[in-house]
C-alpha cells in the first residue's frame, strides 16, 4: 500500500459480489481484487450466494466464464472480509428500522455500516433511500478513483 492515500473501508451489497462471479472480467471483479478497498461483506450475504449459486452457475456457462463458479467465488471472496453477526449486532434494530420499509433483506449491509461507520457499495437505489450510511454505485467508485 506504499505510496497510495488510505484504502476506503466500504460495505459491498450482495449484488455487486454476485455481479463480480457472474463475468470474470467485469468493472465489479476489477474493483474488489483492485486492493484499492477494505471491502466488508455481512456474512448473511453468503447464504444470499448459496441461495443463487445454480444461477449463478448456469448464467456462467451461457457467458463461457472460463473459470470455475467454485474458484470463481474463491478468487473475489478473498479479497472480502467477512463481517460476522457479533461484529454489527448491536446496530441491527436500528437499521432495521430504517430498513423495514426499504428492503429488510439489506439490514445487515446497513448495520454493518452504521458499526463499521463506513459507506455501502451497491448500485441498488434503494439504498439511497436511507441517510444512516453514505451510498457509492460502482460508476461513483470509478468516478472517485478518477479524481485521486
Not at 31 to 41: A, E, P, T, V
Not at 56 to 81: D, G, M, N, P, T
Not at 112 to 140: E, G, R
Request: with cysteine.
Amino acid at each position: 500500500m506504499e505510496g497510495r492515500e488510505k484504502e476506503l473501508r466500504i460495505v459491498v451489497d450482495t449484488n455487486i459480489i454476485i455481479s463480480a462471479l457472474l463475468k470474470d472480467n467485469s468493472t465489479n471483479s476489477h474493483l474488489i481484487k483492485s486492493k484499492l478497498f477494505c471491502i466488508y461483506f455481512p456474512d448473511y450475504g453468503l447464504k444470499e450466494i448459496e441461495k443463487y449459486k445454480s444461477y449463478i452457475k448456469a448464467k456462467r456457462v451461457r457467458k463461457s466464464q472460463s473459470l470455475s463458479f467454485e474458484f470463481a467465488e474463491k478468487y473475489i471472496l478473498e479479497e472480502v472480509k467477512i463481517a460476522h453477526f457479533d461484529l454489527y449486532r448491536e446496530k441491527v434494530e436500528a437499521a432495521y428500522e430504517i430498513m423495514k420499509d426499504i428492503d429488510e433483506k439489506d439490514t445487515p449491509i446497513l448495520a454493518s455500516a452504521m458499526q463499521l461507520c463506513c459507506p455501502i457499495w451497491s448500485n441498488d437505489n434503494h439504498f439511497k433511500m436511507q441517510k444512516a450510511a453514505k451510498v457509492y454505485t460502482t460508476n461513483d467508485l470509478l468516478d472517485l478513483l478518477n479524481r485521486k
